[in-house]
């Protein structure tokens, strides 16, 4: 499990406006909520995006002190927003969790030895990775910050379900059990762009035989 630190001190102002002048003042505007409720708060820009990149593709432990309270709450990331065109981080928001009560959270699934995967390399077969995360639920200090998954042994025709998982001490899997995770199925056939079967044939048969009598129209019987 990834543990890391942030610092964040409390604002009093809502709404867009304010989110702006905030952002415009190098800091990114966020909440944190849970039991002690919601509470607004801002982040220095810098060290934000140091702990976002440190996080990404993974799930982790925020150690978060605010300024203006004593101790430190404990949280997990639910959501960073972001300009799709800039990057630019908009708004984050915060779970605040009690390490002594089991948490749910989402982790990714990190796939091991698809190079080497049998389906595919011995086996023409296509892989399919179909659910990216999962869900757990456990105690916070429990929290996997991925699960690595081996699909070296994945045979075409054959899945990979949350009840195939290799069981984690003091993690619990939330996920239905027959939910795929990967798969390996059989690569389709190449369609001739001719066609196939007896739409093929009528397309490339000679053309029936004129009916005898010249073929002439009823019009021509005169």
Do not use: W
């Amino acid at each position: 499990m990834k543990q890391l630190t942030l610092t964040a001190r409390k604002r009093a102002e809502l709404g867009r406006g304010n989110a702006r002048r905030i952002r415009k003042g190098g800091e990114i505007p966020g909440v944190i909520y849970g039991e002690s409720g919601s509470l607004p708060l801002s982040f220095g820009t810098k060290e934000l995006r140091s702990a976002l990149h440190q996080m990404a593709g993974s799930a982790a432990l925020i150690s978060l002190t605010i300024n203006g309270e004593d101790g430190v709450r404990s949280a997990i990331l639910v959501e960073s927003q972001k300009n799709p065109l800039t990057d630019e981080i908009l708004h984050v928001d915060f779970h605040e969790i009690s390490m002594k009560r089991k948490m749910t959270a989402h982790i990714p699934v990190r796939l091991e030895g698809i190079d080497e995967c049998i389906g595919v390399r011995e086996e023409s077969g296509v892989f399919e990775f179909h659910t990216h995360e999962i869900t757990v639920r456990c105690l916070p200090q429990n929290l996997p910050s991925e699960y690595a998954l081996d699909v070296t042994n994945l045979h075409v025709k054959h899945a990979i379900h949350i009840k195939d998982l290799q069981p984690i001490e003091g993690v619990e899997f939330v996920d239905a059990l027959d939910l795929v995770i990967a798969a390996c199925s059989e690569m389709k056939a190449a369609k001739n762009s001719a066609g196939t079967g007896e739409a093929a044939e009528s397309a490339t048969a000679e053309p029936a035989p004129a009916p005898a009598g010249g073929g002439k129209k009823e019009s021509d019987k005169k």
